[in-house]
T-cell receptor, first 112, second 109 residues
């Protein structure tokens, strides 16, 4: 099993550009999550999904969108990139017990 | 949102020493988890605690779920260089998930 994979690993965006961060898991987990981690800080939940077709906002959803059309994939969309979205983005998945999350390697995004 | 405060913020210890860190919340949690994050990687789950007062070990790591449900503790015994990293506590409220501010551990050989 590859676990949780994320692409790209690094990306530089100009202000106002859009992009999609990809996340795929091959563990058949129902739950998937997107977090952002700012330098020297803990992780903050952006969006989560409890199954295909179901998504909900986390603590910091503004400026992001998600979709969950399959169990495996949970892409995160940035529509109008802003410097405040410079961060490292982590995708995670879990299966009951739902709290034991497996994380991907992260995507380091810089918006200039 | 919830605030999970970890202390100390950073620790510098000699190899072989024991380490203690804690995590406190202003709200009650029914589950506490401890993660370790190596530089440039995603967090890895170390220990999960599901019951107040619970004491759980994973090798040299021991974690406790505080009786008040507002705190948790992680101890590492006989530290080794590969223990270096950032340790996070985390807890869920419903399907929301909150991470602590982290404790950075440096082990000096």
């Amino acid at each position: 099993n590859a676990g949780v994979t994320q692409t790209p690993k690094f990306r530089i965006l100009k202000i106002g550009q859009s992009m999609t961060l990809q996340c795929t898991q091959d563990m058949n987990h129902n739950y998937m999550y997107w977090y952002r981690q700012d330098p020297g800080m803990g992780l903050k939940l952006i969006y989560y999904s409890v199954g295909a077709g179901i998504t909900d906002k986390g603590e910091v959803p503004n400026g992001y969108n998600v979709s969950r059309s399959t169990t495996e994939d949970f892409p995160l969309r940035l529509e109008l990139a802003a410097p405040s979205q410079t961060s490292v983005y982590f995708c995670a998945s879990s299966y009951p017990p739902i709290y034991e999350q497996y994380f991907g390697p992260g995507t380091r995004l810089t918006v200039t | 949102g919830q605030q999970l405060n970890q202390s100390p913020q950073s620790m510098f210890i000699q190899e072989g020493e024991d380490v203690s860190m804690n995590c406190t919340s202003s709200s009650i949690f029914n589950t506490w988890l401890w993660y370790k994050q190596d530089p440039g990687e995603g967090p890895v789950l170390l220990i999960a605690l599901y019951k107040a007062g619970e004491l759980t070990s994973n090798g040299r790591l021991t974690a406790q779920f505080g009786i008040t449900r507002k705190d948790s503790f992680l101890n590492i015994s006989a530290s080794i260089p590969s223990d270096v990293g950032i340790y996070f506590c985390a807890g869920p409220t419903g399907n929301q998930f909150y991470f602590g501010t982290g404790t950075s551990l440096t082990v000096i050989p």
